[in-house]
């Protein structure tokens, strides 16, 4: 069965420095998003794209953060300054069309900024 | 603005039947979904409801009245392995109509 799948399943970086969190959605989908989740919280939305560009976005997704699909598989989200408060799980996950069609969530990155 | 009601917690034993219950509020309804999620693991699917009624799948049903704003997920023949939290996500019109808003999720602890 087609999967969403991430890179890195875990990352630990420092407080200021620049993260990049890695995705492949699933091939036939053309809806990418990104979620959230603090531990113990619920599941966020950050953003959502479609056609090489953002359709959606959330308020946490401030200009600290940007998305981007550099080439025809991968779906990248920069968090650009990290601070003690992006601590999380980082899903992303993909959907064929926008209404009807449900939204597969990869197994995600755990972010823990020191 | 988007509201998503559900229990915190809940407890049921093996063999038996549970509801999880769901009420929502948001700017335009375009659908409601139902996820499982293990502690540490990526929510996955269980159901989805865009129109009034039942939905069955195998020992999984979802319910939906869009003019009460509710839904409910009910198991039946509780495992142990539907331990989980079980998130209640809607999905509502705006510009693009694609985001799910998720519900803070149920927590189901089944006991032998």
């Known amino acids: 069965e087609p999967e969403v799948t991430q890179t890195p399943s875990h990352q630990v970086t420092q407080m200021g420095q620049e993260v990049i969190l890695r995705c492949v959605p699933i091939?036939?989908?053309?809806?990418f998003y990104w979620y959230r989740q603090i531990l113990g919280q619920k599941v966020e939305f950050l953003v959502s794209?479609?056609?090489?560009?953002?359709?959606?976005k959330s308020e946490i997704f401030d200009d600290q953060f940007s998305v981007e699909r550099p080439d025809g598989s991968n779906f990248t989200l920069k968090i650009r300054s990290t601070k003690l408060e992006d601590s999380a799980m980082y899903f992303c996950?993909?959907?064929?069309?926008?209404?009807?069609?449900?939204?597969?969530f990869g197994e995600g990155s755990w972010l823990t900024v020191v | 603005g988007q509201n998503i009601d559900q229990p915190t917690e809940m407890t049921a034993t093996e063999g038996a039947i549970v509801q999880i219950n769901c009420t929502y509020q948001?700017?335009?309804?375009?659908?409601l979904f139902w996820y499982q999620q293990h502690a540490g693991e990526a929510p996955t699917f269980l159901s989805y409801?865009?129109?009034?009624g039942l939905e069955e799948k195998g020992r999984f049903s979802s319910f939906l009245s869009r003019s009460k704003g509710y839904s409910y997920l009910l198991l039946k023949e509780l495992q142990m392995k539907d331990s989980a939290s079980y998130l209640c996500?809607?999905?509502?019109?705006?510009?693009?109509?694609?985001?799910?808003?998720f519900g803070k999720g149920t927590t189901l602890s089944v006991s032998s």
């Open positions: 409801n865009v129109l009034d």
């Open positions: 996950a993909s959907s064929e069309r926008s209404s009807g069609n449900t939204i597969y």
């Open positions: 996500a809607v999905r509502a019109i705006n510009q693009a109509g694609t985001a799910l808003i």
């Open positions: 948001t700017s335009g309804f375009n659908g």
């Open positions: 091939s036939n989908h053309l809806y």
């Open positions: 794209f479609y056609n090489n560009e953002i359709s959606e």
